[in-house]
C-alpha cells in the first residue's frame, strides 16, 4: 500500500527556492508514476508535473522551466525542485501516486500526500 507524506515546505521571499520531497512509509513507491499538484484556497486542484516509473517526466508549460519533478526509487521519494519562486506560486502542495501520467491528470489517484504548505512573500 503506498503512504505519501510531503514535506519540506514553508514561507520564502520572491525569488529563493524549495525543494519538496514526498516519501512513501510502504515503500511501493517505485512501482507509480507520481505527480504534484497545487491548490489554493477557493481554487481548483491543478496538475504541476509528472515522473514516470523508469524516470520520464512531464512539466506544463507555465512552470516556465522553474519547476523540476525527479524521483529517487531506492529512496522512496520523489522531489519537486522549485526556483525563483512568486507570490502566485503560494498554494498546498501535494504529491499523487497513479498507474500512469494519464491516470495523474484525469484525477484516477491511487494515493495522495496530505500537502505541504508553501507561502511566498514580495
Known amino acids: 500500500q503506498v503512504q505519501l507524506v510531503e514535506s519540506g515546505g514553508g514561507l520564502v521571499q520572491a525569488g529563493n527556492s524549495l525543494r519538496l520531497s514526498c516519501t512513501d512509509s510502504?515503500?511501493?513507491?517505485?512501482?507509480?508514476?507520481m505527480g504534484w499538484f497545487r491548490q489554493a484556497p477557493g481554487k481548483d486542484r491543478i496538475f504541476l508535473a509528472a515522473i514516470s516509473t523508469n524516470k520520464i517526466s512531464t512539466h506544463i508549460d507555465s512552470l516556465k522551466g522553474r519547476f523540476t519533478i525527479s524521483r529517487d526509487n531506492a529512496k522512496n521519494t520523489v522531489f519537486l525542485q522549485m526556483n525563483s519562486l512568486k507570490p502566485e506560486d503560494t498554494a498546498l502542495y501535494y504529491c499523487?501516486?497513479?498507474?500512469?501520467?494519464?491516470?495523474?491528470?484525469?484525477?484516477?489517484?491511487?494515493?495522495w500526500g496530505q500537502g505541504t504548505q508553501v507561502t511566498v512573500s514580495s
Open positions: 499523487a501516486a497513479a498507474r500512469s501520467f494519464s491516470l495523474l491528470q484525469t484525477g484516477q489517484i491511487e494515493s
Open positions: 510502504g515503500r511501493t513507491l517505485s512501482r507509480y508514476a
